[in-house]
Every structure is written in structure tokens, then in C-alpha cells.
Nanobody
Framework: QVQLVESGGGLVRAGDSLRLSCTAVGTIFGSDVMGWYRQAPGKQRELVATITTSGHTNYADSVSGRFTISRDNAKVTVYLQMNGLKPEDTAIYYC??????????WGKGTLVTVSS
């Protein structure tokens, strides 16, 4: 079992920056992919960014160039640096760990609210 503990959400203004953190507790494998998803009110959960143990990243088009995902393998922690935040970035952000055989673990989520 894996537990994901998120932190860093909050209320900011458009154009501001925010950094989310997620620490995994439990047995972690080198093939585990960690990432962030988000769900806005009335919308489906969507991918924000993912990162492998070796540092390969993947971003949604909507955040590419503004958000940066990084990973500290020693601390088993993934970060999401969000710059140039927009009101449409308002959502609950969920940390995810994806394992082989499509096994997924989710954090409880952290709310990010961006005011215009």
C-alpha cells in the first residue's frame, strides 16, 4: 500500500505562483510514475503532469510552459511549481502514483483557487 500526502494549495491571484508537494509513504518501486491531476467544479479529472523516476516528464498542453514538475527520489516527493496561474487553473489537485498493471494510488487532494 502507498499513501500520498499533499500540501501547498491555497488562494492566490491571477499571475501568482504556488508550489504543491506530495510525499509517498510505503513501498515505492523504481518504475512508479508520479504526477498531478486536477478536477475543476463540474468537470472530469484531467492530467496535469507526470514524471518518471529517471526524470522524464509529460505535461498537459494547458499548463506547458507555466508549470514544472520535479521529483526527489530520495525523499519520494514530487513537486508541482505553478507559475502564471490563471482563474481556469482553479481546481482540486490530486497527487497520483501509477504502478505496473495500471495500479493507481491517489492523494486526498489539495484545493487551488485563483482569483481574477
Amino acid at each position: 500500500q502507498v499513501q500520498l500526502v499533499e500540501s501547498g494549495g491555497g488562494l492566490v491571484r491571477a499571475g501568482d505562483s504556488l508550489r504543491l508537494s506530495c510525499t509517498a509513504v510505503g513501498t515505492i518501486f523504481g518504475s512508479d510514475v508520479m504526477g498531478w491531476y486536477r478536477q475543476a467544479p463540474g468537470k472530469q479529472r484531467e492530467l496535469v503532469a507526470t514524471i518518471t523516476t529517471s526524470g522524464h516528464t509529460n505535461y498537459a498542453d494547458s499548463v506547458s510552459g507555466r508549470f514544472t514538475i520535479s521529483r526527489d527520489n530520495a525523499k519520494v516527493t514530487v513537486y508541482l511549481q505553478m507559475n502564471g496561474l490563471k482563474p481556469e487553473d482553479t481546481a482540486i489537485y490530486y497527487c497520483n502514483l501509477r504502478r505496473a498493471l495500471d495500479i493507481n494510488y491517489w492523494g486526498k487532494g489539495t484545493l487551488v483557487t485563483v482569483s481574477s
